[in-house]
């Protein structure tokens, strides 16, 4: 189905005509307008029309040259294990390990991820467990050392694993796993990630569990910085709380070798957590102007409502001026929209897509939605039993850039992937999509590149 038909077929669900004069012929709601004007506009890849966005990729499916020899085993159980018991002790009376010099990189990085490197430390737990420790169950909270610490010794007794996490690693992790495949038939993608580890252990441990993925970790660690952590706390029924301690994570400088590495490549990802650290907004806007400059794509994902309300001002720079992509779920959508939660998702996806090229908008075992100039495809959610629902919409991301990097032009088919690798995330205890799954996906994409049917026997 080509993207203009798909398009059509999205407005004809819902009385084409009326859709149509209603978005052709009114401004974007006044929470959007500083958004719609774009100085320069003529200009600006986050200018350009659907169509054209599209065309910028439409052929790249075999194209893509290169990639790496390690396509990234399987998580270690040990290995998380030694890291976590580490990390428990903040590394207190052991050596930092320097990481090993990263291989020489390729002409050009598919794609490059800025944002938060954080070491996940995800178990299971139960109700009473959040209640002993005054944790409000479902909520995302910013903890200081001390009270990482508490957590940490009170999980001795659950099961649990360590892993190269953070939200934006998630969809790279998984992203390079689907562009790893061997049964596929393309070749592999080359993903790269910047952000700020320490020296210590945990960054070791990060540094080097990215590289067993695919995923090149090419920022220097901070002398004497200690490592971010997430701590996911996951429920019976499959309910995430988190605590993040941002350590030396809060800090992003825009230097020559970043740069460098924006110069290089193809897709450019900011992680919306990052929107929220001192001092790292300027970093942003420079690589973002850079890869405006250098014909890049550029994403940036939503994160978090809390995020987007306090940092809304930044959001809309960011976004209005140079966003081909938006990631969002949503309560995010709405947040940016400035909506009432009462206003449907499909109404904030369509509002944001009158700004950005491309909006994708998750709204859990209701399904999805990509908006398009003004228009909005539904995309239903796949049969899944929920296990542990965090990393969902991380794994979303992955597979819609996974498609666009693909070549394809099906939007409704790029979404029913995305849908399906979220599934399968939800589906399992962890936030890391596997490496037999992935290939699973991506031999039945390569398989149905064009159809919408294509993940119908996954």
């Known amino acids: 189905m080509a993207l203009a038909s798909a398009t059509t077929a999205a407005a004809a669900a819902s009385s084409p005509s009326r859709l149509f004069r209603r978005f052709s012929s009114s401004a974007p709601p006044p929470s959007l307008l500083p958004l719609a004007a ?17 065309v910028r990729w439409k052929g790249r499916a075999r ?11 399987s998580e270690s159980d040990d290995d998380e294990e030694d890291a976590l018991r580490r990390g428990q002790r903040e590394g207190e009376g052991e050596d930092a390990v320097e990481p090993a010099a990263a291989a020489a990189g390729p002409e050009r990085w598919d794609v ?17 467990f959040l209640e002993r420790l005054g944790i409000e169950k479902g909520t995302r909270k910013v903890v200081n050392h001390e009270e990482r610490g508490q957590v940490l010794r009170a999980m001795d007794g659950c099961s649990y694993k360590a892993a190269a996490g953070g939200s934006l690693s998630n969809s790279l992790v998984a992203l390079a796993r689907l562009g790893s495949s061997r049964s596929a038939g393309y070749p592999e993608l080359k993903i790269a990630m910047a952000g700020s580890v320490g020296s210590d252990p ?3 441990f990060y540094r080097a569990k990215l590289r067993r993925a695919n995923v090149h970790f090419l920022s220097k660690p901070v002398k004497d910085g200690t490592t971010g952590t997430v701590i996911v706390l996951t429920t019976p029924d499959a309910q995430r709380t988190m605590l993040a301690y941002q350590g030396t994570s809060s800090t992003l400088s825009y230097d020559s070798d970043l740069a460098d590495l924006v110069s290089k490549s193809n897709v ?15 970093a942003i806007k420079q690589a973002c102007e850079d890869a405006h400059k250098n014909g890049a794509l550029i994403a940036v994902t939503a994160s978090d409502v809390s995020c987007i309300k306090r940092c809304y001002n930044d959001f809309r720079d960011i976004v209005g001026n140079y966003a081909d992509i938006l990631f969002a779920n949503a309560n995010e959508a709405r947040a940016f929209c400035k909506l009432p939660s009462t206003d449907s998702p499909m109404s904030a996806t369509r509002y944001l897509s009158h700004s950005v090229p491309l909006v994708s908008v998750t709204d859990g075992v209701h399904g999805s939605y990509i908006g398009v100039k003004g228009e909005a495809i539904y995309i239903p959610p796949p049969p899944c039993i929920p296990v542990d629902t965090c990393g969902a919409g991380d794994a979303y991301t992955s597979g819609i850039l996974y498609g666009i990097l693909r070549g394809a032009s099906d939007l409704k088919g790029i979404g029913l992937l995305a849908s399906q690798v979220a599934a399968v995330v939800v589906g399992q205890q962890g936030t890391r999509l596997r490496v037999q799954d992935a290939d699973r996906l991506a031999e039945c994409f390569a398989h149905h590149l ?9």
């Open 38 to 54: 774009r100085p320069g506009a003529g200009s600006s890849p986050r200018a350009c029309s659907y169509h054209q966005f599209v």
């Open 63 to 73: 194209a893509l040259l290169g990639g790496f020899s390690d396509a990234g085993g």
């Open 112 to 128: 490059l991820g800025l944002g938060q490197a954080m070491v996940d430390f995800s178990g299971m737990v139960d109700d009473e």
């Open 202 to 204: 945990l960054g070791s």
């Open 268 to 282: 450019l990802i900011v992680e919306g957590y990052l929107f929220e650290l001192p001092h790292t907004i300027e």
């Open 450 to 458: 064009d159809s919408l049917e294509f993940c119908s026997d996954v």
